[in-house]
C-alpha cells in the first residue's frame, strides 16, 4: 500500500510537539510491515541539516493561487525507509519559527496546493492521504472538488487524523477563492463554514472518508459540547467514520537500557540501583540535596492547558513533607516566574530549566520517581508514556489519553496499576493524587511494584499502526 503522510512537520527533521513524534513513528512502523510511505512537508529553515544531508532535488512544481503566481522546489531523502518530500519556498517557510504568523492560513494554503500537484510529478500514487491537523487538512477538499475527474487521484481515499482540537485554520470566507481557487459555495453549502468563517479542520472533516484522533477518550470527549472546541455538531454527522487510536512513542529513543544521555542505563533488571544512580546524578548537577522524599519530574510546556498551576499550589506542601522537585519547560510568562519563585523558596529541593534540553529531558524521565501531568485536556499526551517506559510513575488527571493509557493505583491493585490518576480539575484533585503518591512511596513495596508495571508497559507504535492500517485497508478495500 502507498500512503502520503502530508503534516506541518516530522521527526527527525523539524520538532514543536508530539505531532512531529506521531508522523515519524508511525511511518517508520507502517514501513517496517512493508508498506510504502511518503511524508511530505515544509522545507523550513530549520530543518535539521545534520540529519538531512544533501537531499535530492526533484524540480520546481509551478501554480497559480488565485492571483499569485507560486513554485514549490521539491527537494527528497530517506530516512528509515521512508521517503521525505520536502516543498521549499522561502517567501513562506524561511523564517525562524515554524508556525505563529499573520499569514499561515496563506503559508499552509499554499503547501496544501503544493502537494496536490507534487505527489504526480513525483508518481506517486498513493492509496491513502493521511492528513494531519488544519495545516493540511484541505487536500480532500482540493482533490475531490478540483481533480475529481483526474485519474491519477481516482481511487485515493483520505484520513484525518485530529491532533489538536483547538486549532481550527480559521480563515476569512473570501479565502477559498483567494487562497484556493475553490467556489463560495462551499462556504455557503455549510461544508466549510464555522462560527461565520472557514475553518480548514471542518472542511477536512466533511471531505475526508475517515477521521480519527489520538485516544478513544479523546475521541468521545469530541463528542460533546462542552469537550469539542465547538466541533461536537459536525463530528457527530461523521461519527461512524470517527475512530479515536491511543498514539504510542519511539520505543528505541525512548529506552533506558540503551540511553546515552543518562548517568546510567538500566532495565527492569536492574531499576533499583538504575533509578538510584540517576537520581543521585541529577541531584547533583541541580545543586539540590537528597531529602529522601520522592522526586516529582515536571517536563511540559508551562501552561494553563498542561495544569501547571495546579502543580504550582501543590507544591510547597509537598516540598514540606520531603518531596523534590526537577521541571524543565517554557511556557507562559507568569507561570516561569512562578517556578522560578519556588525555586528561590526552596533552593535545595527544586530545580528549573525554563527552556528545553533534551538531555535534561531524559534525565529526568530516569531520575524521577513521579512525573507530573494534570492537564485540564489532552489528546493522548507522549509525556505520561515516556515516564512509564522509564520506571516513573505518572500522577496525572483523567482526561484524554491519559484515562486510556494509566490503570490507577487504589492502594489494592499494585500488582497491575500504572500511574496515579485524579478526576476533578481543581486543588482537591490534585491533593488526593499527591497525598497517594506519597503514601505509596512510603510503602516501597507497592511503589517498586507499581514503577515496574510501568516499566515494562508496551508502549510502541506496533498496535496502533495496525489499527490504523485496519482504516486503511477498510477504504481501499
Known amino acids: 500500500m502507498k500512503i502520503a503522510m502530508v503534516a506541518s512537520e516530522s521527526n527527525p527533521l523539524v520538532k514543536s510537539g508530539g505531532l512531529a513524534d506521531v508522523i515519524y513513528s508511525l511511518s517508520r512502523e507502517l514501513v517496517g510491515m512493508g508498506h510504502e510511505v511518503m511524508i511530505l512537508i515544509p522545507y523550513y529553515k530549520g530543518i535539521d541539516a545534520r540529519l538531512l544531508k544533501k537531499p535530492e532535488y526533484r524540480g520546481n512544481y509551478v501554480f497559480n493561487m488565485s492571483w499569485r503566481d507560486c513554485c514549490a522546489e521539491v527537494f527528497e531523502t530517506n530516512i528509515d525507509g521512508i521517503r521525505f518530500v520536502l516543498v521549499k519556498n522561502d517567501r513562506y517557510f524561511g523564517r525562524d519559527n515554524l508556525y505563529g504568523y499573520f499569514d499561515d492560513g496563506e503559508r499552509f494554503a499554499f503547501f496544501d496546493m503544493a502537494v496536490r500537484g507534487i505527489l504526480p510529478m513525483l508518481d506517486f500514487k498513493p492509496d491513502i492521504i493521511h492528513t494531519h491537523d488544519w495545516q493540511a487538512a484541505m487536500m480532500p477538499v482540493l482533490i475531490k472538488t478540483e481533480n475529481k475527474n483526474d485519474p491519477f487521484y481516482a481511487k485515493t481515499k483520505y484520513v484525518l487524523t485530529i491532533h489538536n482540537p483547538a486549532f481550527k485554520g480559521m480563515l476569512d470566507p473570501a479565502a477559498l477563492d483567494n487562497l484556493y481557487n475553490l467556489p463560495y459555495l462551499l462556504y455557503k453549502d455549510g461544508s466549510t463554514e464555522f462560527e461565520g468563517r472557514v475553518s480548514t479542520l471542518k472542511a477536512g472533516i466533511v471531505y475526508s472518508d475517515k477521521i480519527t484522533t489520538v485516544s478513544p477518550t479523546h475521541r468521545d470527549e469530541l463528542l460533546t459540547e462542552e469537550g469539542s472546541f465547538g466541533l461536537s455538531g459536525v463530528l457527530k454527522s461523521r461519527e461512524y467514520d470517527f475512530c479515536g487510536f491511543v498514539n504510542g512513542i519511539d520505543v528505541a529513543e525512548f529506552n533506558p537500557a540503551n540511553d546515552k544521555l543518562i548517568a546510567k ?55 514540606q513533607q520531603g518531596a523534590m522537585l526537577a521541571v524543565l519547560g517554557s511556557g507562559e510568562y507568569g507561570l516561569e516566574q512562578a517556578f522560578e519563585d519556588l525555586r528561590r523558596r526552596y533552593p535545595r529541593q527544586v530545580s528549573v530549566y525554563i527552556g528545553y534540553s533534551n538531555k535534561r529531558a531524559h534525565e529526568i524521565y530516569a531520575a524521577s520517581d513521579y512525573f507530573l501531568m494534570p492537564s485540564s485536556f489532552e489528546p493522548c499526551g507522549i509525556g505520561q508514556l515516556i515516564a512509564q517506559r522509564y520506571g516513573t510513575i505518572p500522577v496525572v488527571r483523567k482526561t484524554g489519553g491519559l484515562a486510556d493509557t494509566i490503570l490507577p493505583y487504589n492502594r489494592k491493585n499494585a500488582d497491575v496499576a500504572t500511574g496515579i490518576s485524579f478526576d476533578d480539575y481543581d486543588y482537591g484533585g490534585i491533593d488526593y493524587a499527591t497525598n497517594l503518591a506519597m503514601e505509596l512511596y512510603k510503602d516501597q513495596k507497592n511503589f517498586k511494584a507499581v514503577r515496574k508495571n510501568c516499566l515494562v508497559k508496551d508502549n510502541s507504535w506496533k498496535k496502533s499502526a495496525e489499527l490504523y492500517l485496519g482504516v486503511y485497508k477498510e477504504l481501499v478495500g
Request: glycine share 10%.
Open 265 to 319: 542505563e538500566f532495565s527492569a533488571k536492574n531499576t533499583v540501583s538504575g533509578k538510584k544512580e540517576n537520581r543521585a546524578a541529577l541531584l547533583k548537577a541541580s545543586f539540590l540535596e537528597d531529602s529522601g522524599g520522592p522526586l516529582f519530574g515536571l517536563v511540559s510546556r508551562l501552561t494553563f492547558q498542561k495544569g501547571i498551576d495546579l502543580v504550582y499550589e501543590i507544591m510547597p506542601k509537598l516540598l
